[in-house]
């Protein structure tokens, strides 16, 4: 008997999950950011492997407070959502305004004035959905002042509302509203205005990254994403991840950020070459910064060793006085398992086009499974 019984069973719970789904619920989340200057081709993404991409960046024009698309990238944004669906017709886009290289003086003077934020609010929803994204992505990295943060929660707010709005007159599902936040709801003594991100943002990407990296931290290697603690003091993920649900976000609005590039630093002696070891600035690039891909490339042509730290969680290999900390399988399986365990939405990674084959990509998916 319950051999019939359990099939009918699975197609209920399927059909009221399905129903949910419906509802603006967002199931959970197994996402990546791409973004044009790092020549990956949008059509070679295995959309496969994700449940959101977020297009980077839109910008923000500081005279208008519109939001625009480049010239240069207005072709491939206009096509993202089209080219991603021709593998997965479920994956969902959205598309990322600002980013770290933003003007953020703009973002605060936009924020500071109604009418202001009124351009920008309005303008993003035509953008989105004149390029058929599903949603709209904040990076405003980061606000700085009290004044901002509240200011932060009152743009919030009113998006909130302008969405809600559009979709009741338009008819269309209801735009998702997300925003790339700091690693903690605490960014240096400054608050984020947690009741407006609970109630307005469908989810938030916690930038769990840059802990540590040669261009800030040069002399010394370290870990530059590290899940935990392993020594006082030390920047870590879970950390941020208890702040931000200790200060009243739900976990189940909470995405782990996994960073598919790693940092290069110059060993000081080649001898000493464990975490913390003595480091003299950047090696390979200018900050430092490497994609996993080429970790992996450099790996194989100097026979590097490797190492896995798992009570940290970060991996790390050297060759010479070269010391590369990054996340390889056994970090990205670890940190998809942690965001599991927590009850968190899900993972997004940055970037897409760093990551090599989609062993990444495809560790992430499997340990988060279906
Ligand atoms: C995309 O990912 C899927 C799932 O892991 C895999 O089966 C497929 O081979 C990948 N496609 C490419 C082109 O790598
Ligand atoms: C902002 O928009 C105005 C009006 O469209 C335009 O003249 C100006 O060049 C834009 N500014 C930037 C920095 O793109
Ligand atoms: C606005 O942006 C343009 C282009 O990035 C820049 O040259 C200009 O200084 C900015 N204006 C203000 C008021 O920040
Ligand atoms: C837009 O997509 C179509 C089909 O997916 C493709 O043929 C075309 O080259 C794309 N255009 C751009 C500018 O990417
Ligand atoms: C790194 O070491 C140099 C030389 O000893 C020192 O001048 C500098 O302040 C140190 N940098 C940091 C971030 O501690
Ligand atoms: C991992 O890193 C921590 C912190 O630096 C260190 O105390 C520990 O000894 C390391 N574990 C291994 C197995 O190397
Ligand atoms: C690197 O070493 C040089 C020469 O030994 C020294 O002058 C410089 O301050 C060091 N830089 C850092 C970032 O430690």
Redesign the pocket.
């Known amino acids: 008997m319950a051999s019939k019984t359990s099939p009918f069973l699975f197609s209920i719970f399927f059909f009221l999950l399905g129903l949910h789904s419906c509802a603006g619920q967002t199931a959970n989340v197994k996402a990546v950011y791409w973004f044009p200057d790092s020549e990956f081709p949008v059509s070679s993404i295995n959309s496969t492997l994700f449940t959101h991409i977020f297009c980077a960046f839109a910008d923000l024009n500081n005279t208008t407070y519109q939001v625009t698309i480049s010239s240069a990238n207005a072709a491939k944004f206009k096509n993202f959502t089209q080219t991603v669906q021709q593998k997965n017709p479920n994956v969902k886009t959205l598309l990322s305004i600002g980013g770290g290289r933003a003007d953020k003086d703009a973002f605060a003077s936009m924020a500071s004035q109604a009418s202001r934020r009124k351009s920008f609010i309005d303008s993003s929803i035509n953008l989105a959905r004149s390029n058929n994204f599903h949603g709209l992505d904040l990076d405003w990295e980061y606000p700085d002042t009290a004044t901002k943060y509240a200011n932060f929660g009152t743009l919030l707010s009113e998006w909130r509302t302008a969405i809600a709005n559009e979709a009741r007159i338009s008819g269309e599902t209801t735009l998702l509203l997300t925003a790339a936040v700091f690693r903690s709801s605490n960014y240096y003594s400054l608050s984020y205005p947690v009741r407006s991100v609970s109630d307005n943002l469908d989810w938030i990407n916690v930038m769990s990254y840059d802990f540590y990296g040669p261009g ?4 010394f290697t370290a870990p530059p994403a590290a899940l935990y603690s392993g020594a006082s003091g030390q920047v870590n993920g879970d950390a941020g991840i208890r702040d931000w649900i200790q200060s009243g976000v739900a976990a189940r609005k909470i995405v782990l950020g996994l960073p598919f590039y790693g940092y290069a630093w110059r060993l000081v002696n080649s001898n000493n070459r464990g975490l913390f070891a003595p480091a003299n600035g950047s090696a390979i690039s200018g900050d430092g910064s490497i994609g996993y891909g080429q970790i992996r490339n450099f790996i194989s042509q100097n026979k590097a060793t490797t190492v896995y730290n798992g009570t940290v969680v970060t991996d790390y290999a050297y060759s010479g006085t070269t010391w590369i900390g990054y996340d390889d399988t056994q970090s990205v399986s670890t940190k998809v398992s942690y965001a599991k365990g927590k009850g968190l939405l899900g993972y997004f990674a940055w970037h897409v086009g760093a990551d090599s084959n989609w062993v990444l990509s495809q560790t992430a998916s499997r340990t988060w499974g279906a």
């Open positions: 800030w931290s040069p002399n």
